[in-house]
């Protein structure tokens, strides 16, 4: 298949925690550095520091050992509280930024500066239009030749006016209170730790010598990997498209390979389609333009649960199931907004009568792979909702993936 680069029960000792990420310190001694404000990145730059002092050694080693580096190991491994996180983007404030008086008859172009004859006022109005499509693409997840907010010709215009065209049920709070009841299906362990107040451990794998393998292989330092993961287990909650739920519980357990001294393999953990959920059955004809078969080869990677439609972490217990829902067709203007059709999919979690998530699925041309986009209209993105005390936040989106590497 071608490729295309894509820029794509545990004991823990009773001590003191640390915030995993405090404010960042002051100074240049990054051992000093790391104990202000333990964390990764602490530790990562006193591992380069290390590197630095040492130029004498190849990166496949051997590396002498050194105190404070085991030290800083050995606190991340005891446990820490990942940072608190960035607000969920609301979508009525999403919705006030697009209705405001912008720019769009520019189609979307990069914005132009002072060009010849163009008034100060016309170019700062088409800056500040381009400000917020970025903004709104940004806090959509929404990429692809038709949508890029800089380089797409249209982009501009079809994110805002997206934005505009799409209209969720007004609501009241209901199942779920805070922010910090529910999280995204792709957050980390650190990311969790901080919206559920959980503590995150993490560890590192040794790098093997030079007597193990010939030439430079991936780590930093004398680490390899780094593994992180919750002291507790968190639920993970599938949703269905016919409002099943599948609940289980994680630790988020995770495993980064540092590639710092190589490059990492083209395409490695590469997985086709949706990340959170089942995908239709004929988009993925998509393949078969490339190599016979390529469409049921590329779907069997896939392991999403049959009918899944996307999922999250939660610390509410959920109702029994399934839940109530509803959904509402919605036809679109490819021009204005990219997409030529659409459905929202509003869930009621505990049948309160309000929805509790609501994902939109837009249909059109999907961004495709190194051809540019596909030539089907596919339903290739969703933008997940949650109620949180009866206002819209954006929970996270998800898209299907044509291709990767190059």
Same mark, same amino acid.
């Given at each position: 298949?071608?490729?295309?680069?894509?820029i794509?029960?545990?004991?823990?000792?009773?001590?003191?925690?640390?915030?995993?990420?405090?404010?960042?310190?002051?100074?240049?001694?990054?051992?000093?550095?790391?104990?202000?404000?333990?964390?990764?990145?602490?530790?990562?730059?006193?591992?380069?520091?290390?590197?630095?002092?040492?130029?004498?050694?190849?990166?496949?080693?051997?590396?002498?050992?050194?105190?404070?580096?085991?030290r800083?190991?050995?606190?991340?491994?005891?446990?820490?509280?990942?940072?608190?996180?960035?607000?969920?983007?609301?979508?009525?404030?999403?919705?006030?930024?697009?209705?405001?008086?912008?720019?769009?008859?520019?189609?979307?172009?990069?914005? +132009?500066?002072?060009?010849?004859?163009? /008034?100060?006022?016309?170019?700062?109005?088409?800056?500040?239009?381009?400000?917020?499509?970025?903004?709104?693409?940004?806090?959509l997840?929404?990429?692809?030749?038709?949508?890029?907010?800089?380089?797409?010709?249209?982009?501009?215009?079809?994110?805002?006016?997206?934005?505009?065209?799409?209209?969720?049920?007004?609501?009241?709070? /209901?199942?779920?209170?805070?922010?910090?009841?529910?999280?995204?299906?792709?957050?980390?362990?650190?990311?969790?730790?901080g919206?559920?107040?959980?503590?995150?451990?993490?560890?590192?794998?040794?790098?093997?010598?030079?007597?193990?393998?010939?030439?430079?292989?991936?780590?930093?330092?004398?680490?390899?990997?780094?593994?992180?993961?919750?002291?507790?287990?968190?639920?993970?909650?599938?949703?269905?498209?016919?409002?099943?739920?599948?609940?289980?519980?994680?630790?988020?357990?995770?495993?980064?390979?540092?590639w710092?001294?190589?490059?990492?393999?083209?395409?490695?953990?590469?997985?086709?389609?949706? /990340?959170?959920?089942?995908?239709?059955?004929?988009?993925?004809?998509?393949?078969?333009?490339?190599? +016979?078969?390529?469409?049921?080869?590329?779907?069997?990677?896939?392991?999403?649960?049959?009918?899944?439609?996307?999922?999250?972490?939660?610390?509410?217990?959920?109702?029994?199931?399934?839940?109530?829902?509803?959904?509402?067709?919605?036809?679109?203007?490819?021009?204005?907004?990219?997409?030529?059709?659409?459905?929202?999919?509003?869930?009621?979690?505990?049948?309160?009568?309000?929805?509790?998530?609501a994902?939109?699925?837009?249909?059109?041309?999907?961004?495709?792979?190194?051809?540019?986009? /596909?030539?089907t209209?596919?339903?290739?993105?969703?933008?997940?909702?949650?109620?949180?005390?009866g206002?819209?936040?954006?929970?996270?989106?998800?898209?299907?993936?044509?291709?990767?590497?190059?």
């Amino acid at each position: 298949m071608r490729k295309a680069c894509r820029i794509a029960g545990v004991t823990l000792m009773v001590l003191p925690l640390l915030a995993a990420h405090a404010a960042a310190p002051t100074g240049n001694d990054p051992e000093r550095a790391f104990w202000q404000a333990p964390g990764w990145p602490a530790l990562e730059r006193y591992a380069e520091s290390l590197r630095q002092r040492h130029p004498e050694i190849p990166p496949e080693g051997p590396w002498p050992r050194d105190e404070g580096l085991e030290r800083m190991k050995a606190h991340l491994a005891l446990g820490l509280k990942g940072p608190r996180p960035a607000p969920y983007a609301d979508w009525a404030q999403l919705k006030r930024k697009a209705a405001q008086d912008l720019d769009l008859d520019r189609g979307g172009k990069q914005a +132009p500066g002072r060009q010849a004859g163009a /008034s100060p006022e016309i170019s700062q109005r088409a800056l500040h239009t381009q400000g917020v499509a970025d903004e709104l693409q940004r806090a959509l997840g929404l990429w692809g030749p038709l949508h890029d907010a800089i380089s797409a010709e249209g982009g501009t215009a079809r994110v805002i006016r997206l934005v505009r065209a799409l209209e969720f049920p007004a609501v009241s709070p /209901s199942l779920f209170r805070s922010e910090a009841e529910i999280a995204p299906p792709g957050a980390t362990a650190e990311q969790v730790s901080g919206r559920f107040d959980i503590v995150f451990l993490q560890r590192v794998t040794p790098r093997p010598g030079p007597a193990a393998k010939e030439g430079a292989v991936a780590g930093l330092y004398d680490m390899r990997a780094r593994t992180q993961q919750l002291v507790r287990a968190v639920p993970r909650v599938s949703l269905f498209r016919d409002g099943r739920l599948g609940a289980d519980k994680s630790h988020l357990r995770s495993t980064e390979t540092l590639w710092r001294d190589v490059d990492e393999p083209m395409c490695a953990g590469w997985v086709p389609g949706f /990340s959170f959920g089942e995908a239709d059955a004929a988009i993925w004809r998509f393949f078969d333009t490339q190599f +016979p078969g390529g469409g049921r080869q590329n779907r069997r990677l896939n392991h999403a649960p049959a009918g899944s439609l996307y999922a999250f972490h939660t610390t509410v217990d959920m109702p029994p199931g399934p839940a109530a829902r509803n959904e509402v067709p919605m036809k679109l203007d490819r021009k204005d907004t990219g997409f030529v059709r659409s459905v929202y999919l509003l869930y009621d979690l505990d049948r309160d009568g309000t929805p509790d998530i609501a994902v939109w699925e837009g249909q059109g041309k999907g961004p495709g792979h190194l051809d540019g986009p /596909s030539v089907t209209d596919d339903r290739w993105y969703r933008l997940a909702l949650v109620n949180i005390q009866g206002a819209w936040k954006v929970l996270g989106t998800d898209s299907f993936s044509y291709g990767c590497g190059c």
